[in-house]
C-alpha cells in the first residue's frame, strides 16, 4: 500500500521510520520531507497547502492513506479536502482540529462537557480583558486565542506583566491569533503528556512524554518547540492514565462527535498535574515533537494498521502495545535558536551515532548541499536513546550527541532530570528521600 506523509520535520522523520517497518507499506511518500525521510522513503516536492495539488498526487500514485504530522495543514482543511474526494487521511477535520486552533473553543468544551481545567475567561475587547485581570490578580495566565507557535502564552507572575501581556495581544502581537483573549487560573503542578489514538468514538492510550520547552539547563531561558522529552511519564500512574482517559479524553470525543465533529487522528493533551487530580492545559491534534520521537520508537504495534484503523473509525477492541523500555530524546539546535538560529554550518558524524545500539538520530531542520549535511532550521537534530531506565536512556542518548560534530550547534544536558532524580531516590539504599525530589 502506498502512503503520503505530509510534514517535514523530526516528528515527521520518527513517523516515517516507524510507518517503514510495517509488511503493509509499499512505498512511503514524504512531502516535503527532509534529509532523514529520504532514508524511510520518496520525498517529494508538494505543497500541502496546495489541497488541489496533494489530491491529484494521491490519485496518481494511488495513495491509500494520507498521514497528515503538522497542525496547520489539518487547521487548514486538508483532511476535508481529501475525505470529499475519497482519499482517506489521519488526522482530524478543520472542525475538529478547532482544539488545537482555538483555545477559546476549548475552554468552553470543557466548561460544558465538566472536564477538568482551569478557570478562565474569554475576551474579544481590551478593557473587558483588564478589568478581570484586575479582579483576579496573579499569577495568572494571558493566552492569543489562535495559534501562535507555541509564543502565544504568558505565565504571569505580576498582575503588571499580565497587563502588558493583554496589551500587546489586542496591539496585535500574533495577529488573527490574537484578536480573542483567554485569561486562566494558574495551575500548580507537575506537567505531562498523554496521547490517545481516536477513531470518531472510539480512543485507546497512546502513552505518555514529558518535554522540556525552555532552552537552556534549570528550564531557563526562553520557550522553545521543545528541546527533549522522554517516555513514559511515569508522574502519569496507570491510575492517573484512567482518570485522564475517563474525565478528560471520552467526554471531549462525546463531545466532539455530538456536535458533528468526530475527532480522528492523535489527540495530544497537555496535563497539569494538580493536588485536585490531573487538569487539561491544552490540546493539540497531532504528535508533538519531541514526543513523538520518544513515542514511536518504543511502538510493538503496526503504526500503519492502527492509523489505518483510526481513520476508518474501526480502532481495535483492545489497547495498543508499547515496549517497557524508556526512550529519550535529545534536541540539537542551532546557536542562537530560538531568537536567531545560525544556518548553514556544517555537521558530522552521523553515523559514528548512529552505529552505537539503541541510539535513533532524526533529522529536524537539515539539508545536503554538495554531499555535505548542513543546518538549515531552529531545532536541527534528535538524538534518541532506548534502555531500560530513563537514567541509562539518558546516559547512552548524550553519548550518541558526543559522536556528533557540529560546532554550530547546542543542547541540554539535563532532559529526563525530573524522573532520573525519581529514579535516583527510589534505588535501593538511596540516601535521598522522595519527598525532596524537586518538581
Ligand atoms: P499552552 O500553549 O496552552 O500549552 O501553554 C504553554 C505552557 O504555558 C504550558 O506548557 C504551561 O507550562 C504553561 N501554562 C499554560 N496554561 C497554564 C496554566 N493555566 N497554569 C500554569 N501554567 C500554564
Not at 496591539?171 to 506537567?191: D, H, M, P, Q
Request: hydrophobic share 45%; proline share 5%.
Amino acid at each position: 500500500m502506498n502512503i503520503l506523509l505530509i510534514g517535514s520535520g523530526g516528528r515527521e522523520h520518527a513517523i516515517a521510520n516507524a510507518l517503514a517497518k510495517s509488511p503493509r507499506l509499499t512505498r512511503l511518500f514524504i512531502a516535503p520531507g527532509n534529509p532523514g525521510t529520504a532514508e524511510a522513503g520518496d520525498n517529494v516536492d508538494l505543497d500541502a497547502a496546495d489541497h488541489g495539488a496533494v489530491a491529484a498526487f494521491c490519485k496518481e500514485w494511488g495513495v491509500a492513506l494520507v498521514v497528515v504530522g503538522p497542525e496547520q495543514p489539518l487547521i487548514g482543511g486538508l483532511v476535508d479536502y481529501l475525505e470529499a474526494r475519497d482519499i482517506l487521511a489521519f488526522g482530524p477535520s478543520r472542525a475538529a482540529a478547532q482544539l488545537e486552533g482555538s483555545k477559546g473553543f476549548t475552554k468552553d468544551l470543557c466548561r460544558a462537557h465538566k472536564i477538568p481545567t482551569a478557570a478562565y475567561g474569554r475576551f474579544d475587547n481590551e478593557s473587558a480583558a483588564l478589568a478581570y485581570l484586575r479582579k483576579k490578580g496573579a499569577p495568572i495566565v494571558v493566552k492569543a486565542d489562535g495559534l501562535a507557535s507555541g509564543k502565544g502564552v504568558v505565565v504571569a507572575t505580576t498582575l503588571i506583566e499580565a497587563e502588558r501581556a493583554v496589551e500587546a495581544m489586542f496591539a496585535g502581537a500574533f495577529g488573527r491569533s490574537g484578536a480573542e483573549v483567554v485569561i486562566e487560573e494558574f495551575l500548580e503542578g507537575e506537567e505531562a503528556s498523554l496521547f490517545a489514538l481516536c477513531d470518531g468514538a472510539r480512543a485507546l492510550g497512546f502513552s505518555t512524554a514529558q518535554d522540556h520547552k525552555r532552552a537552556f539547563e534549570g528550564d531557563a531561558g526562553p520557550n522553545t518547540g521543545g528541546m527533549g522529552a522522554y517516555s513514559p511519564a511515569c508522574v502519569v500512574t496507570p491510575e492517573i492514565e484512567r482518570q485522564v482517559m475517563g474525565e478528560i479524553i471520552m467526554p471531549t470525543l462525546a463531545a466532539m462527535r455530538e456536535m458533528g465533529a468526530p475527532y480522528r487522528g492523535v489527540l495530544y493533551a497537555g496535563l497539569m498535574l494538580t493536588k485536585d487530580g490531573p487538569k487539561l492545559i491544552e490540546y493539540n491534534c497531532r504528535f508533538g515533537d519531541p514526543e513523538a520521537q520518544v513515542i514511536l520508537p518504543r511502538l510493538d504495534d503496526d503504526l500503519l494498521e492502527l492509523m489505518l484503523a483510526a481513520a476508518r473509525g474501526e480502532l481495535p477492541q483492545r489497547p495498543v502495545r508499547f515496549s517497557k523500555r524508556a526512550a529519550l530524546t535529545v534536541v540539537l539546535a542551532a546557536k542562537n535558536y530560538p531568537a536567531t538560529p545560525l544556518v548553514g554550518t556544517r555537521i558530522g558524524g552521523l553515523d559514528h551515532a548512529q552505529a552505537i545500539p539503541d541510539v535513533i538520530v532524526t533529522h529536524a531542520g537539515t539539508r545536503v548541499e554538495g554531499g555535505r549535511l548542513l543546518a538549515a532550521g531552529g531545532r536541527v537534530l534528535n538524538v534518541t536513546a532506548l534502555a531500560d531506565s530513563v537514567t541509562k536512556a539518558q546516559e547512552l542518548a548524550y553519548k550518541g550527541v558526543d559522536a556528533i560534530q557540529w560546532p554550530g550547534g547546542f543542547c541540554r544536558r539535563d532532559i529526563g532530570w525530573r524522573e532520573v532524580a525519581r529514579e535516583q531516590a527510589s534505588r535501593p539504599g538511596s540516601l535521598v528521600g522522595g519527598a525532596g525530589i524537586p518538581r
